[in-house]
């Protein structure tokens, strides 16, 4: 009782916080640990817009004081269509709300819970874009550290943006972490054996299985069982369903990039060049259907929010 109550309440001054500052809230996009992610109308740029918000009060210290500074000031630098863009940040003593542009369509992870493995042509559209955003941090010596299927955006156009910069890092190329950020399931071995570990290599694997995922619509490794799974990722033994006729030359390209061996595991550069990616025979992009998130009223106080659920364990 008490808790729905105050939840309501906070909420309640969320909304009229937000209205004061040209915002009308909409509906709820998807939740992390310390955010909500609600979609919202701005005023000043007469459009939708994404709006992160950050708890002060539940986040722990050390994100409040290492990790949100960093989201934030990477995000600051980003200017790339395959990454999402910022619009604006706010504070209040006990927010913080990060603005951003609309991915109407929705993460890459619901977008395949609902169609299972994508078409060929499809998942080369997205892994395109997908490199090439890469490649863009990269460039800027920022390295992701949290490249999983939620955290790949869609915009009404459904061109991909790379989205959530909560453990990225800016590094020199030759820089090791040995902090372990990101999801089990996308971890590369090195990182789950607690390896000093090159950065933006570690974002390299975690696209190889992003690409693995779009193709076959299941995970490549078994997270449940930490040892067995880094003993399948050393064996470089990938399986593939035959139903679903996975072409030679993607997974080719899938065992270069799921390679154990980070010395000779691909480069972005030797990614663009495999015979799969540089194929240019011509597509469309996915077909668009209505807009998850781009039609729904927006109100004031009266917000109502439609939480998705996330009911798999990819985590
Ligand atoms: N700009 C956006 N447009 C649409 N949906 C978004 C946007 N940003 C985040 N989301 C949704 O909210 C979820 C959580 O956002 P994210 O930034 O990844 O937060 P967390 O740091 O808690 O993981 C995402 O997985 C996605 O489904
Ligand atoms: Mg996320």
């Known amino acids: 009782?008490?808790?729905l109550f105050n939840s309501g309440a906070?909420?309640?001054?969320?909304?009229a916080e937000l209205r004061k500052r040209g915002y009308a809230l909409c509906s709820e996009l998807g939740s992390g640990s310390y955010a909500k992610v609600k979609s919202a109308f701005s005023e000043k740029l007469t459009k939708k817009v994404a709006l992160k918000i950050i708890d002060r009060k539940k986040a722990p210290r050390?994100?409040?004081q290492k990790f949100l500074p960093r989201e934030l000031e990477v995000m600051k630098q980003m200017a790339h269509r395959n990454v999402v863009e910022l619009?604006?940040?706010?504070a209040s003593a006990e927010k913080v709300y990060i603005v951003m542009e609309l991915a109407a369509h929705g993460d890459l992870l619901e977008y395949i819970k609902l169609r299972g493995a994508l078409p060929e042509k499809d998942?080369?559209?997205f892994f395109r874009q997908l490199v090439d955003?890469?490649?863009y941090l990269h460039s800027l010596n920022i390295a992701h550290r949290d490249l999983k299927c939620e955290n790949v955006l869609l915009d009404v156009n459904n061109t991909l943006k790379i989205s959530d910069f909560g453990f990225a890092k800016v590094c020199a190329a030759k820089d090791l972490s040995d902090t372990f950020c990101g999801s089990a399931a996308y971890a590369a071995p090195e990182v789950l054996r607690g390896i000093p570990y090159n950065p933006a290599t570690y974002d390299i694997w975690s696209i190889g299985i992003i690409l693995y995922i779009m193709c076959c619509g299941s995970m490549p490794f078994d997270d449940s069982n930490m040892r067995r799974m880094i003993k399948e990722q050393l064996s470089k033994k990938l399986s593939y369903s035959r139903s679903k006729r996975i072409c030679h030359d993607v997974k080719d390209l899938?065992?270069?990039?799921l390679e154990p061996d980070v010395r000779i595991r691909l480069k972005v550069d030797g990614i663009k060049n495999s015979v799969w990616l540089r194929d240019k025979s011509s597509y469309t992009p996915p077909a668009t259907p209505e807009s998850k998130n781009g039609g729904s009223e927006c109100s004031g106080a009266n917000a109502s929010s439609s939480k998705q659920s996330?009911?798999?364990?990819?985590?």
């Open 87 to 90: 619009y604006e940040i706010m």
């Open 310 to 315: 996330d009911d798999t364990n990819q985590n």
């Open 62 to 64: 050390d994100f409040q």
């Open 1 to 3: 009782m008490m808790s």
């Open 133 to 135: 955003g890469i490649e």
């Open 123 to 125: 998942c080369r559209y």
């Open 254 to 257: 899938i065992g270069a990039i």
């Open 10 to 15: 906070s909420s309640n001054v969320e909304d």
